[in-house]
């Protein structure tokens, strides 16, 4: 069976479906993440002791570093999980998983009603969404880079990223609208859970997509042929090592660009820089409207000049740009504030638009969902969640407020060498001939040959 086959197969109305299949797990994730993000210093109040309230926040922050922490294992429990019993499955596990974790958040009891329990009930919920977020991007990028004609693919998948901003955006307003309604005494009662709670309905929702969907059709063919791997894991570091080392310099990129602009720079530019918190949070509302504009657009110009010259634009540009944009950040004005910010975000957005179709078309059908899972999990781990903490540690250390260009400079290189040595991979089959024929549980030359056409 070939790609083309395989595309006839797909209704539009199977790809608008696939797509929102895709990306609502997504959405969901980041909008539980950005709200647990912005009460931190109510969580904090509401289930750690308050003898020292510093000590409180650090915890609520240690909590929220565990939850990145146990994202590599997720990544391989639901990695190998969608290599071998399907993309749909584990789809729908995670955000099932994710959901339950955050209907348990919303209802815990307080630590002045349990004590001790409190803050380790939600260390567990922690966890467990942790370890579903470790499996959430790689399943959804391979499902919709498994959906997507050939010919849009960057483009379908750039929607995984759109959902990513838009889950980020609605937070920060669900967030705003609670603290307009209510002073912080009534939300430390319990209007702090209605975040939560709003985000179960919407995991619910995805859940019901994604099990109307089916399979994919690149994974329904390797079912076929009987094909599935026993051992993704271990294929992935014996025979695409390139490919996860490829694909973890780009993560690297992404990651830590995603991080200072959407979540470092606005305590950046309020305590570091000084400006006012209304014009902070302003200026970050910018940058991700910005990038949700242009992924989309993004991703389809990749369709038509391909990912590498997309993902080096993006690359050359922390190179080159992150040093002025800061530099001209710190006069304070108005305008520079808006320009430099805007401009980190329209970077993000070249990175954000294109990645994820570019790491999925690394790695065969096989193990894709492996590999993927793996190199952004530990990428993560490592590279996102210490974004804050480093640039700070940084920043005292040298007294150098421009660290976090530094920084950006730095994975901007790590990205561009990452791009340099892969192959273009726009309108790639994703189950190609030379794929399948290396495939060492093939049950022969002849029967490979047979499927693929």
């Known amino acids: 069976m070939n790609t083309k086959n395989i595309e006839g197969q797909v209704s539009r109305k199977g790809l608008r479906t696939s797509v929102a299949a895709g990306s609502i797990g997504v959405f969901v994730h980041w909008f539980e993440w950005a709200i647990y993000a912005y009460l931190a210093s109510t969580i904090a109040v509401v289930f750690f002791p308050q003898q020292d309230s510093t000590a409180a926040l650090l915890s609520v922050f240690a909590v929220f570093a565990i939850s990145f922490g146990v994202r590599p294992l997720g990544a391989l429990v639901f990695g190998t999980l969608g290599d071998r019993i399907g993309r749909k499955k584990t789809l729908s596990i995670v955000i099932l998983s994710m959901s339950g974790a955050t209907l348990v958040v919303g209802l815990l009891p307080t630590y002045d009603a349990i004590g001790l329990w ?46 990513s901003l838009l889950g980020f955006l609605a937070a920060s307003l669900v967030v705003f609208v609670l603290s307009s309604a209510m002073d912080a005494q009534a939300i ?219 920084y950006l400079i730095l994975v901007g290189l790590i990205g561009l060498a990452a791009v340099l040595s892969m192959k273009e991979s726009k309108g790639k089959d994703l189950l190609s001939e030379d794929k399948v024929a290396d495939l060492s549980l093939a049950p022969s030359t002849t029967e490979a040959s047979r499927i693929i056409r």
């Open 188 to 406: 430390a009662d319990g209007g702090w859970r209605i975040p939560f709670l709003i985000a179960v309905p919407l995991g619910v929702i995805g859940f019901y997509i994604r099990s109307k969907i089916e399979d994919t059709p690149e994974f329904r063919s390797l079912e076929e042929l009987g094909n599935v791997p026993q051992s993704p894991v271990k294929e992935v570091f014996t025979k695409h090592r390139k490919q996860l080392l490829q694909m973890s310099g780009l993560e690297v990129m992404m990651h830590v660009t995603f991080y200072i602009v959407l979540v470092y720079l606005l305590t950046y530019q309020e305590k570091v820089l000084g400006f006012d918190a209304g014009t902070a949070a302003l200026l970050s509302t910018a940058a991700s409207v910005a990038g949700l504009i242009l992924v989309p657009f993004v991703g389809a110009l990749s369709d038509r000049i391909g990912r590498k010259p997309v993902l080096i634009t993006a690359a050359v540009s922390l190179v080159v740009l992150a040093y002025p944009l800061f530099l001209i950040m710190q006069t304070g004005a108005a305008w520079a504030g808006i320009v430099s910010t805007i401009g980190l975000g329209i970077i993000l957005a070249l990175i954000l638009g294109v990645h994820a179709a570019a790491a999925a078309e690394l790695f065969p059908t096989r193990t894709r969902q492996t590999g993927l899972s793996i190199a952004y999990s530990v990428t993560a781990a490592i590279f996102a969640g210490t974004v804050p903490f480093v640039l700070t540690w940084l920043i005292a250390k040298t007294g150098n407020d421009m660290m976090p260009a530094f």
């Open 118 to 163: 409190a803050p380790i009930l939600l260390v567990a919920a922690r966890v467990v969404q942790g370890l579903a977020a470790g499996g959430e991007f790689g399943s959804a990028a391979a499902f919709l880079a498994e959906y997507s004609p050939r010919k849009h693919r960057g483009f379908g998948v750039s929607w995984l990223e759109f959902g």
